[in-house]
Each structure stands twice: as C-alpha cells, then as structure tokens.
C-alpha cells in the first residue's frame, strides 16, 4: 500500500524499491479470522501506529474492539469494528501518500515507531519478531522519547502504553541487545544530514524532529526495549 513495493536485503528492509500507486484496495476483513492469533496482534501493532497520526475515533475502537480481536473474538469482525479499523488506516494512508505528492517528505510521519521498530527487527535478524511487533516497541520508545522533549503530555504516552498492554503488544523484553539496536538504527535510511530524522508524537498527531539529543534517543530505547520492567540498567 501507498504505492511502494520494496525488498529487503541484508543490509534493512525495504531498501530496494520502487513507487507505484494502486488503482483499488480491495481488503477481505472475515481473512482476518483465519490469522494466527500472533498475526492478529500483530498488525494491531499498525493500527495504533495510524490511530496515533491523529485519528481519535481508531484509537476509541482500538481501545474498545483491538483486544478482543487479538484474542481471536470474531464479534469485531460481525460488528463491522474491523472493518472500519482497516477502512479508517487505508484512507489515512491515501491521504497522507496524496498530500505526499505536494508536500516532499510528508509519507515520512507513517514512519512513526519504525525507526526503534525497525532497529529491533534487524537486530532479530527479521525472524523471532513480527513487524507489527517491533513497531509496538518502537511506539512505546517513540512516546518515550516525546515525553523526555516535552512534547506530548504523560497521559497521552500512557493512554497508548495502556492500550499497548491490554493488547499484549511489546509486553516482554525483546530478546535482542541494546547495542545490536542502536547499530541497526545508525544504518537505517532515513536520515537528514547524518542526524535520524524522528517521527514523534504530540497529543494529537505526530512532529518530525531531527534535533533529538543522545540521552533522549537512550531513554527511547531503554523504554522500547522494556528494560526498566526487566531489570535492567
Ligand atoms: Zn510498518
């Protein structure tokens, strides 16, 4: 969706691609009922991501269906809830990869817990972390990061972080190295003038700040890698 199709290479993900717009989306949500259940929470891990761009009424119904569809409930499926959840992502992500066209960059806030997200997958070496998962984590550190900056509010950070635990999402500590993740981070590719670039959010959307200090990128990283609730200093 949004146009890009892309390979993953050693080196990352999605570092080999090309951008090419769909004409229709076309989504069967009863297929959902057929996912693992790991899978089903999994991609809950996005949804909270889309919600958190700046849509309030995704986050309502994340709050009130999400749980009970990770737990393989097929009521939010009859109801509609899904449906709306994954109707309500895919225009977030038409309007965004529209106004991406005029305004450079913009696609870049879908961006939103994948720089952390996509450092843990690497470090998992793209296997023993799904990637909704590992934006779930990144999610969190994201949060982490915006409260250290003073640019969400603590109930905001904890709205979604409790929504996070009720779904099951980034619960645990990874098991991946602090040091394997910042490496990965330091390689991604989204970087503006050797700095990462950082979708972070706000209370009600989300800012990109390419200012963001090292201790603030290590409490992210500390939060999303849950290593103050393993014990760890
Ligand atoms: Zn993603």
Redesign the pocket.
Known sequence: MGGKTAVDIPEGKNLVGAFHQPAAFIADVSFNATLPARQRRAALG?VV?MAVLGDERLLELVEEEGAAFARGDSRPIESGAVAEMVERCVWAKVEVVTADAREANLRMILNLG?TI?HGIEAAAGYKAIL??EA?AYGLRGAFAIARALGITTADRAQRVNTLLDRLGLAVARPQVSLDSVGQHMATDKKHSFGRLSWVLPTETGVVIRSDVPPEAVAQGLAAALRMAEAGVR
Request: hydrophobic residues 15%; neutral net charge; aromatic residues 0%.
């Open positions: 996005e991501k994948h997200g990637h909704g934006v």
